[in-house]
């Protein structure tokens, strides 16, 4: 693989709140010392009640979102239901696994809403997947938990949950070098389903915290 493929260094955070999940990633794509693209997206919707983040190889993230969108959607036709959070952890751990000797290189969360509620997960490389109610991957991580430990609290709900995700970012922001760019946050909810917030009213909270 080409070093042009990859992603650097990256932080993202996924939150599980008591009424959904949020996601919140920064924007920067960087090729050693030099910043690639300014607004990666690094939020993908999976189905209308699953997200998911992905960190590292550019390429490898963006073939690996599209095959699990894929079979998500194939077993939504097929049985004429949506496929639960664990179920779709699993499957993308098992297609992980399958190529772990020529593997993804991708750290991945993906979380959602299904009738258990909401449920988060993070997948290695190797399909190794951990469900937990607060996780960040990345370069910036390290900082990004030292908020996430200070100020998460798994009874907030959507709204203090995407404050403190914005904050996580942002304090990574501050001290990874390979992060920046601007925030990106996406929530995910029974009632409206997987939601990119708007940049504006990302800003808006941003400038609260200040």
Do not use: W
Not at 4 to 22: A, N, Q, S, Y
Not at 81 to 92: L, Y
Not at 162 to 170: C, D, E, L
Request: proline share 3%; charged share 25%.
């Amino acid at each position: 693989m080409n070093d042009k493929d990859r992603l650097k260094g990256t932080t993202t955070v996924g939150v599980t709140c008591k009424d959904g999940i949020v996601f919140a990633t920064e924007r920067r794509a960087s090729m050693g010392n030099l910043i690639a693209h300014k607004v990666a997206d690094k939020i993908f919707k999976i189905d209308d009640h699953i997200g998911a983040t992905i960190a590292g190889s550019v390429s490898d993230a963006q073939k690996l979102m599209g095959y699990i969108s894929a079979e998500v959607a194939l077993y939504r036709l097929r049985n004429g239901a949506p496929m639960s959070v664990e179920a779709a952890a699993n499957m993308t751990s098992n297609i992980l696994h399958a190529s772990r000797f020529y593997p993804y290189y991708v750290q991945t969360l993906l979380g959602g809403v299904d009738e258990k509620g909401p449920a988060l997960f993070s997948l290695d490389p190797s399909g190794g997947v951990i469900k937990d109610l607060m996780i960040s991957t990345g370069s910036g991580s390290p900082v990004a938990y030292g908020v996430l430990e200070d100020r998460y609290n798994q009874e907030m709900d959507i709204e203090e949950g995407t404050s403190v995700v914005i904050r996580a970012i942002k304090a990574a922001m501050e001290r990874d070098t390979y992060s920046g760019n601007g925030i990106k946050v996406a929530t995910i909810t029974k009632e409206e389903g997987f939601k990119i917030l708007p940049d504006d009213e990302v800003a808006k909270k941003i400038e609260e915290l200040n």
